[in-house]
């Protein structure tokens, strides 16, 4: 199982980026797919997290309602809808998979993609 994340990139304050999350190999429609972020010097933090099966997605409280995440079955793709973007939201961004677990302990999840970097300037 690989999973590729892409979109990452410089925005301002305020501005919108679209994260992507292609996850190649066999992968069973029971595994959620969870985004998380890693700013320098601190420890990885849970995004948000999406249901194969019926697209239903949990948030963490620092990103609910500026964050959405949604699924294109077809393309086995997870994108990762950043709105209102803030200084603080600047780290890298992994996406993963694996262990059949839906829900935010990273440790949980078996299988990483690369990270993409997001970086808000203020």
């Known amino acids: 199982v690989q999973l590729q994340a892409s979109g990452g990139g410089l925005v301002q304050t305020g501005g919108s980026l679209r994260l992507s999350c292609v996850v190649s190999?066999?992968?069973?429609?029971?595994?959620?797919v969870g985004w998380f972020r890693q700013a320098p010097g601190q420890e990885r933090e849970f995004v948000g997290v999406i249901s194969w099966s019926d697209g239903g997605a949990s948030y963490a409280d620092s990103v609910k309602g500026r964050f959405s995440i949604s699924r294109d079955s077809a393309k086995n793709a997870v994108y990762l809808q950043m709105n209102s973007l803030k200084p603080e939201d600047t780290a890298v961004y992994y996406c993963?998979?694996?262990?059949?677990?839906?829900?935010?302990?990273?440790?949980?999840?078996?299988?990483w993609g690369q990270g993409t970097l997001v970086t808000v300037s203020s």
């Open positions: 993963a998979t694996g262990g059949g677990y839906y829900g935010g302990d990273h440790r949980r999840y078996r299988y």
């Open positions: 190999g066999r992968i069973f429609s029971w595994n959620p």
